[in-house]
């Protein structure tokens, strides 16, 4: 079997912090090309750290090749400081990296946004997701993945009161979304992670995914046939 090469984007949050541990321990990639402003270090051989400014991303273009591109960017208005600022992370960035990844003909794009995303939405947070999905479905790959996860479980750098708090109420209330409502129930970061893994290793012409099908996804392995040469 061919090893490929994995490229990722906001490696030091939540679900991309597990996805890069994943990547680096699965076999089926030789090469994780991370991309990051961080001072962010990592044990395993494999993995290639690119330090740069998003701002810049365009002089690194060169580097954005490979197989399976997983973006995981994302912030909060809080931590942002200003919509603008906000807008720029959660749409201008994984727009601009999914647009050199089509230019230099990445086969897949794997993205993480939120349940609810659309672009008529009447909320900021959910209208700007649902933008970037759209303006990403307009690139050229051969697979692209829209990962619309729920309420993140897992511990992050940062403390957040509200978001610990709707952890809380949403793991005593999960039992009670059923059918059409299974997708607002918190997953695990590392399930996300792990779904989007398996994704990338599975012929699918499916494009977007809930967060109750990321969680059958990130359960199950991709069978030998699934897998890419």
Known sequence: MQKKTALLFGATGLTGSH????????QRYNKVRVFTRSDLKHESAGVEIIKTRLENI??????IRGDDLFCCLGTTIKKAGTRE???????????????IASRNKVPAFLVVSSVGAGPGSSGFYLRTKGEMEKAVSSFKFRKLVIMRPSMLLGKREEFRFMEEAGKVFMKMAGFLL????????????????????NL??????????ESDEIEKAGRSRPAEGDRPA
């Open 58 to 63: 365009e002089n690194f273009s060169s580097a």
């Open 85 to 99: 600022n906000f807008r720029k992370v959660d749409f201008g960035f994984p727009v601009k990296i999914a647009e």
């Open 19 to 26: 996805l890069l541990n994943r990547l680096a321990e699965d």
């Open 178 to 197: 059923r059918g059409k409502l299974r997708k607002y129930r918190a997953i695990k970061a590392d399930t996300v992670a792990a779904a989007m893994v």
């Open 200 to 209: 990338a290793n599975t012929e699918t012409a499916k494009t977007i995914y």
